[in-house]
């Protein structure tokens, strides 16, 4: 009996050109486009077992042979694909190859004899699992899709490592107060005031200072004078750094024997250092809270805030920065928020277990005087920072990754998720919970941070960006693909400074009359979700690869 294959030719083009044609015509099209070709994978078996005309012994071995070779082979494929989420994904992916496998084998072997095709049946299967066996991957990107690279090349970190250079002995740095103290600037709301950039890039384009291969991790920067520090994983080291703002050259690094990797994002600390008087707190990806000399890197004190609030490391790792208020350093161990006293480490208070969070604390200048916020998966909780006490809640659920806006000492702008948008909360008591004034859909922030200017907030809308009017929450307007990127204001100029997920700078006004880009330039090649520094007029940008100052 002669096969019918046609079907099979047409699902299987029109799952190939789903899998990657539909991620160019649609926005976020990417999950769409990886669960449709798993769909059409299902509806090509159901036409190879029940339409393809193939006889009964060819059709079963095949299937069996389908299911068979990627669990034989699976214990080679590398831990990036085989563990974590991207194990899960793993079968995602290996589907189409088993289709077109399948396929193809049909339409070579269709005229073979009975024992030729049951022999080549499960070779093709093997091979077309196989291929996978020959491949890593970096992680995600925002919208889950991938950065693959053959098995046997070096990583960007190997690379790293082998060209590492020695460090510069530190002169001595003189006590200032920090430009840029930690994640998101000196007010938390990656705002930059009392600076201007050229903003002809036609005439002055961004001068390229100094650019510099770094260790993975989704730290940004503290800066302070003419140093500033990072986090980065260098091997089997997890490391806090400091470097030369005028040269990019590694003045000292405290290191702690940790590595921490996952399928996701990769290797490496997701929390960015904070500087305070001389010292420089810095929380790792395993719970590590150190203590560091701004100057010479000397080890203060350390903690290990995961064992002592006795909460697990989450799936991508403690990713929120420490935060100081007075003499209390605020931590958040996920959810979970731990204070200790910031010269000795001794534990303060601790609050509760509050399940997963990936944000830093939130200072709060409320009517009644300074609270500290915390999201976390039950919603939003208030304290009171020198002794920890409860001021109030409000519950949202969500898996909250964006940091809380201040708009004013009574009202707050809160994400939880990306589908959940964003909600405006106006606080007519500052002891008691807020109150929901309007919940928006038209800007949803995933893990990129948004900017308040004036009456108006700015940041991504998927992989647009977007922006709202605060008195109502209606957008505003919407253009312009940065993918999954990250966001400095200039408040002065009426500017925003947008590094998007695939390393380009881009110059964007922030007006709200309509959307225009400016200028944009290729600033970092790979993957880049850090926040960029603007300090001075010096812009810095960094990922999991390199790092780089511009002169604006």
């Known amino acids: 009996m002669k096969m019918r294959l046609w079907p099979g030719f047409c699902l299987l083009a029109l799952q190939w050109g789903l899998r990657f044609g539909l991620p160019l015509i649609l926005e976020d099209g990417i999950p769409y486009a990886i669960l449709g070709s798993l769909a059409l994978g299902v509806l090509i078996m159901l036409w190879w077992a029940f339409f393809s005309k193939t006889p009964h012994g060819i059709r079963w071995w095949a299937l069996l042979a389908m299911v068979l070779a990627p669990i034989i082979v699976r214990p080679l494929i590398h831990p990036s694909i085989n563990t974590g989420m991207m194990g899960m994904m793993y079968p995602v992916y290996v589907v189409p190859t088993l289709c077109l496998a399948l396929v193809g084998w049909a339409l070579i072997g269709r005229n073979w004899q009975k024992r030729r095709q049951l022999l080549t049946l499960p070779v093709f299967m093997l091979l077309a699992a196989g291929a996978w066996t020959l491949v890593r991957t970096g992680g995600f990107t925002g919208d889950v899709d991938q950065d693959f690279a053959f098995r046997w090349t070096p990583t960007p970190e190997e690379l790293m490592l082998a060209q590492a250079k020695p460090l510069n002995e530190a002169s001595a740095i003189a006590f200032v107060t920090p430009e840029w103290p930690g994640f998101r600037g000196p007010r938390q709301d990656g705002s930059v005031s009392g600076t201007s950039i050229h903003s002809d890039w036609l005439t002055h384009p961004p001068e390229e200072l100094w650019r510099s291969s770094i260790g993975p991790g989704w730290s940004s920067f503290a800066v302070q004078g003419d140093y500033f520090y990072t986090q980065e994983q260098r091997g089997e080291v997890e490391t806090v750094s400091c470097y030369r703002m005028a040269s990019g050259a590694a003045v000292w690094r405290h290191e702690d024997p940790v590595r921490f990797w996952e399928s996701n994002a990769g290797a490496g600390p997701r929390s960015t250092p904070t500087l305070d008087r001389g010292m420089v707190f810095a929380l790792g990806a395993t719970g590590l809270v150190n203590a560091l000399d701004a100057t010479s890197g000397a080890l203060l004190w350390q903690r290990d805030a995961a064992a002592e609030t006795e ?179 200039l408040t002065d100029q009426d500017l925003l400074l947008v590094l998007s997920e695939r390393g380009d700078l881009a110059l964007v006004q922030a007006k709200p009359d309509e959307f225009k880009e400016w200028a944009r330039v290729p600033a970092l090649k790979g993957k880049t979700w850090n926040h960029p520094v603007l300090v001075n007029g010096t812009l810095l940008v960094r990922n999991a690869e390199e790092m780089a100052a511009f002169r604006l």
């Open 311 to 489: 909460v697990a490391t989450p799936d991508w790792g403690f990713s929120g920065s420490p935060v100081v208020s007075g003499e209390t350093l605020l931590v958040p161990v996920a959810g979970t928020l731990i204070a200790y006293q910031r010269l000795t480490g001794d534990p303060l208070w601790q609050g509760p277990k509050s399940g997963v969070s990936y944000c830093t604390p939130q200072l709060f200048e409320s009517g009644s005087g300074l609270q500290v916020l915390q999201l976390h998966e039950g919603g939003l909780t208030s304290f009171a920072p020198q002794d920890g006490q409860i001021l109030w809640e409000y519950p949202w659920k969500g898996y909250p990754i964006i940091q809380p806006a201040v708009l004013s000492s009574s009202e707050l702008l809160v994400a939880v998720t990306a589908e959940s948008g964003l909600r405006r909360l106006n606080l007519e008591d500052p002891l008691s919970a807020p109150q929901e004034v309007w919940t928006t859909q038209g800007l949803k922030p995933y893990f990129n941070d948004f900017v308040v200017h004036g009456d108006y907030a700015y940041g991504f809308d998927g992989r647009i960006l977007a922006c709202i009017e605060l008195t109502s929450g209606e957008r505003v307007w919407k253009g312009g693909r940065y993918g999954n990127g990250q966001l400095i204001l």
